[in-house]
């Protein structure tokens, strides 16, 4: 494939990452914009608090697989360098976290960068996954799970994938934009005010 058309691979991989599924969710299921709605974040987490289980589900997984496509389908047969498949996984990421569609607002970028590693280093997510669920059991905090997992996240990278340093250097990149991304929710939670994952809002009025 020519530079062209892997530009217009990553391109394809950004502008499909930063499809804002919380924020048509809202539009769809209520008719609401939910940047004005509970943590006014266009994530799951906020979805469920405004808008409950049953639109929440359906945004997480789409938000998974948003990574995942951009990694499997776009990647395949490109015919790129071995690195090509990483450089898609981060534009679906950064595209979910800073999505055009919506005044470059998105979600902290956890669920797309699942998908991605989903595609890259599966047996990482599946340790990770049990790590995320326990520690919200412990502490009750989204945001706790979700910085708990992205700084472990290297590290099974690195041991169940030892030969493959791109995708352990991609997980070290997006364990960083994460942490960015979340750095509201460390103030939040430096500062007490952090809200448990428990407490449901409901949409404002």
């Known amino acids: 494939m020519s ?3 892997l530009v217009l691979r990553v391109l394809g991989a950004y502008l499909l990452g930063a499809t804002p599924t919380s924020y048509i969710a809202g539009k769809l299921g209520r008719g609401i914009d939910l ?23 359906p945004v997480g997984l789409a938000d998974t697989a948003k ?8 990647g395949s047969r490109s015919g790129g360098p071995a690195w090509f498949p990483v450089l898609l996984g981060l534009a679906a990421v950064l595209g979910h976290v800073s999505s055009p569609y919506v005044r470059f607002r998105g ?8 998908g991605v590693f989903l595609a890259l280093a599966p047996l990482a997510v599946a340790i990770s996954l049990p790590i995320w669920v326990g520690t ?14 992205a700084f472990l996240f290297p590290l099974w990278v690195l041991l169940t994938r030892p030969g493959a340093p791109y995708a352990f250097w991609a997980s070290v990149a997006l364990a960083l934009l994460i942490v960015y991304a979340h750095r509201a929710n460390i103030r939040r939670l430096l500062g007490g005010t952090e809200n448990r994952f428990r407490t449901r809002k409901g949409m404002a009025v």
């Open 3 to 5: 530079d062209v058309g």
């Open 35 to 57: 940047r004005e709605h509970g943590s006014r974040n266009l994530g799951a987490t906020n979805v469920y608090r405004v808008l409950g289980w049953k639109y929440a589900i």
């Open 67 to 74: 990574g995942a496509v951009s990694v499997a389908l776009l």
């Open 107 to 114: 979600g902290k970028g956890v669920a797309t960068a699942a």
């Open 136 to 149: 919200l059991w412990l502490f009750g905090y989204v945001s706790v799970a979700s910085l708990t997992v």
